[in-house]
């Protein structure tokens, strides 16, 4: 039985819109972000949670266009440079080219954020003084609380964790919650926190507040950038125009001025 022209014509024309619909999505090319722990932008993303800062940032650049689909692919602090070198990501997120990629082939991409690393101690030792500024101002027989892995301006940027435990009696671990902790306990002098993170903390925590002294003196800006792989799928000037995108549409307000992470100027914008 032979088809009538307008069935075979309607047939077509299904053909045609199915193709149209599937062709923007096979199209899309997959941008793999490494996601390692350093809250608040990502936390803990080996455990499949999709909290922080990062997967906020992620969502909002997937629904600004469909030529990209950013996906997050966990990694932690140490490993990021080898999986970066390897291929198993495109792209590094929240970092800055100080802190260790000097001799990794990569673009930077200026994302006009900004944060702070600070210092925090518990603000009266019982039996002692109440602490004022100047007790950050040398840090010489402190015992130190540091996140493991991070790169610290007071150190010239040096995360090795013997050369940080011998040089500056630090103690490294994976959460700014447990230095923080130390410091209130008398078990650290002065942990150094993330400043969008103590807010955060003080937030979570509202009864510590007035027991930690939090430094006017600052170890670094932390001034974000996106570092790229040179053979990533997306280029280093298509990047920077999406989070100009994000800018203009007030997505990165939404997202990271409630920890007070600043949105900058981007020079040449």
């Known amino acids: 039985m032979m088809s009538s022209p307008i069935r075979t014509a ?3 024309l299904l053909a045609a819109l199915v193709a149209l619909w599937v062709l923007p999505s096979q199209a899309a090319q997959l941008v793999r972000i490494g996601a390692a722990h350093f809250p608040p932008y990502t936390v803990r993303p080996e455990s499949g ?3 922080g800062l990062l997967p906020q940032l992620v969502e909002a650049l997937n629904a600004l266009q469909n030529d990209y689909q950013f996906v997050l692919v966990p990694t932690s602090i140490p490993r ?3 999986d970066f070198k390897q291929g198993r990501i495109d792209m590094a997120i929240f970092e800055n080219p100080a802190w260790g990629w000097k001799d990794i082939p990569h673009i930077d991409v200026d994302m006009g954020l900004e944060d702070a690393e600070i210092f925090v101690a518990q603000r009266q030792r019982e039996g002692h003084a109440v602490r004022q500024q ?3 101002a040398d840090l010489t027989g402190k015992r130190l609380a540091l996140f493991s892995g991070y790169h610290y301006e007071f150190a010239n940027f040096n995360a090795e964790a013997q050369y940080l435990a011998k040089n500056y009696n630090a103690t490294l671990t994976y959460s700014h919650d447990s230095n923080l902790l130390m410091v209130l306990r008398g078990r650290a002098d002065i942990a150094l926190v993330t400043r969008s993170y103590l807010n955060d903390y003080f937030l979570r925590n509202l009864n510590v507040a007035n027991e930690l002294l939090v430094s006017e003196r600052i170890d670094q800006i932390y001034h974000h950038y996106a570092i790229l792989r040179p053979a990533a799928p997306i280029s280093g000037e298509a990047f920077g125009k ?3 995108g994000l800018r203009d ?3 990165m ?3 990271f001025e409630p920890y007070k992470i600043a949105v900058v100027p981007v020079p040449g914008s």
């Open 10 to 12: 309607s047939r077509l």
């Open 49 to 51: 949670a999709d909290t």
């Open 80 to 82: 990021r440079f080898g």
């Open 134 to 136: 100047d007790y950050f």
């Open 242 to 244: 999406l989070l100009q």
């Open 249 to 251: 549409n007030g997505q």
């Open 253 to 255: 307000l939404k997202i």
